[in-house]
Structures are given as C-alpha cells and as structure tokens.
Nanobody
Framework: QVQLVESGGGLVQAGGSLRLSCAASGRTFSIAAMGWFRQAPGKEREFVATMPWSDGRTYYADSVKGRFTISRDNAKNTVYLQMNSLKPEDTAVYYC?????????????????WGQGTQVTVSS
C-alpha cells in the first residue's frame, strides 16, 4: 500500500499563488507516476498535471499550462504543484494520485492511490 498526504491548499485572491505538496509513504518503490487531479462541485474529476517517476517529463492540462508546475523531491518521495496566476475557475478540491503504470497517465483510472484532497479556493 501507498499512503499520500497532501498539504498547502487554502484561500487566495485571483492572480495569487499556492504550492501544494504530496508526501508518499509505504510501498513507494511501486510508484511509476504521480500526479494531480481536481474536482469542482458538480463536475467530474479532471487531470491537472503528472510526471513519470523514471524521467523528467511532465504533462499538463491545457487549462493550467504555463501557470502550474509539477516537480518532485525523490529523497522525500514528495511531489509538488506550484500554482501561479490563479483564476476563480481553478477553485476545486485538489487530489494527489500515485500509480504503478506510465500508460495513459492523464486518466484518473490509471492511478491506484489517492490522497484525501485539499481545498483550493480562488476569489475574484
């Protein structure tokens, strides 16, 4: 099993920044990719950003490209999401996810483990 603990959400004004963190523990050797998804009220969970653990490639949703940056600290088994130029439409619960596959990693179904979620609210 892998446990994921998120932190860093909160309330911010439009144009502001937040950094989310996700620390993985347990059977971390089984992780092939870690990413972030979000879910707004009344909407389906959607892909935000992800990165395979084996290389430095990163993938982003078009809606966040150029504003969000995903990064990792291998020694700490932690992945980060730096969110800049936040917009009210970024308001959602953000979830960290870890999976054992690097195939179709923009799909939530490819992830085996999920964090508890952290609320991000962007006011206009």
């Amino acid at each position: 099993q892998v446990q994921l603990v998120e932190s860093g959400g909160g309330l911010v004004q439009a144009g502001g920044s937040l950094r989310l963190s996700c620390a993985a523990s347990g059977r971390t050797f089984s992780i092939a990719a870690m990413g972030w998804f979000r879910q707004a009220p009344g909407k389906e969970r959607e892909f935000v950003a992800t990165m395979p653990w084996s290389d430095g490639r990163t993938y982003y949703a078009d809606s966040v490209k150029g504003r969000f940056t995903i990064s990792r600290d291998n020694a700490k088994n932690t992945v980060y999401l730096q969110m800049n130029s936040l917009k009210p439409e970024d308001t959602a619960v953000y979830y960290c996810a870890a999976g054992s596959s690097t195939v179709l990693i923009t799909s939530p179904s490819r992830y085996n483990y999920w964090g508890q979620g952290t609320q991000v609210t962007v006011s206009s």
